[in-house]
């Protein structure tokens, strides 16, 4: 199959909705429809009204992070030599982990406006953000960008942007993994009470193994390479910490728990 998609969704008296601008809005409304029903579960201390603030404050945080992250980890020369590139989103290039940074601001802000614990802000948001990121990637296969290395599999496809050979369709393997069974897993483990920290440590120790392993047959941007022994990845690098963080919330978690 040969990735040749056409970015743009829809042309109305010139303006362009592009698809990976779609995938962003099917982030935030799946992310307001899960947390609307995790509000509504008795006991659950939030209010609808709390749920959309949220959503509010932690779509500012995915769009700003997102970007900066990028420009700053994966891109900056090209910023340097045309700051203009930090607005075109349309054009691809977000950053999950920046995307997580801003995320992690923006709940600080939330929860120090609504007077709640951070990590349980941070607990309640977790189980939203999968079906996002799938979303997301989603978005990256229509741009045809983020591909992976040559392969030989019966599934590999095509990004003319990479040349003729078949290649490992990256975006959906993340999207399964980061998207689809992330999402099952964290869902599952919120489904009932948990220590504060430890749906966080779930969410991050899970993304942080998912992309690590995938970052194995995804090629690195150009422009960057391989930082070490032909393999290590910048991806790989900024998750590394993710899966630390992971491990050490959720032992926090049930040491406190056990305490």
């Given at each position: 199959?040969?990735?040749?998609?056409?970015?743009?969704?829809?042309?109305?008296?010139?303006?362009?909705?592009?698809?990976?601008?779609?995938?962003?809005?099917i982030a935030f409304l799946s992310a307001w429809k899960l947390g609307?029903?995790?509000?509504?579960?008795?006991?659950?201390?939030?209010?609808?009204?709390?749920?959309?603030?949220?959503?509010?404050?932690?779509?500012?945080?995915?769009?700003?992070?997102?970007?900066?992250?990028?420009?700053?980890?994966?891109?900056?020369?090209?910023?340097?030599?045309?700051?203009?590139?930090?607005?075109?989103?349309?054009?691809?290039?977000m950053s999950f982990h920046?995307?997580?940074?801003?995320?992690?601001?923006?709940?600080?802000f939330f929860a120090r406006k609504y007077h709640k614990v951070y990590f349980a802000v941070v607990d309640f948001a977790a189980p939203l953000v999968p079906i996002g990121l799938g979303a997301g990637r989603i978005g990256n296969l229509i741009n045809g960008e983020l591909w992976g290395k040559p392969t030989d599999l019966p599934w590999g496809?095509?990004?003319?942007?990479?040349?003729?050979?078949?290649?490992?369709?990256?975006?959906?393997?993340?999207?399964?993994?980061?998207?689809l069974v992330l999402f099952v897993i964290v869902w599952w483990f919120?489904?009932?009470?948990?220590?504060?920290?430890?749906?966080?440590?779930?969410?991050?120790?899970g993304y942080g193994i998912f992309r690590f392993g995938i970052e194995f047959v995804r090629m690195p941007d150009a422009h960057i390479g391989y930082l070490a022994w032909g393999w290590l990845t910048m991806g790989q690098i900024l998750t590394l910490p993710l899966i630390l963080t992971g491990l050490i919330?959720?032992?926090?978690?049930?040491?406190?728990?056990?305490?």
């Open positions: 199959m040969v990735v040749d998609f056409d970015p743009v969704a829809i042309s109305i008296f010139g303006l362009k909705v592009h698809w990976y601008g779609l995938m962003y809005l609307r029903m995790r509000a509504a579960k008795p006991g659950s201390g939030w209010t609808a009204q709390q749920m959309d603030d949220l959503l509010f404050y932690a779509g500012l945080g995915v769009i700003l992070g997102g970007r900066i992250g990028y420009i700053l980890f994966y891109n900056f020369s090209a910023f340097i030599e045309n700051p203009l590139i930090l607005l075109k989103i349309w054009q691809g290039g920046g995307g997580f940074l801003g995320v992690m601001v923006a709940c600080g496809m095509i990004f003319p942007a990479a040349g003729n050979l078949p290649r490992h369709p990256n975006p959906l393997y993340e999207a399964f993994l980061e998207g919120s489904s009932r009470p948990r220590p504060v920290m430890a749906v966080s440590g779930v969410f991050a120790l919330l959720l032992g926090l978690a049930y040491r406190k728990s056990a305490g």
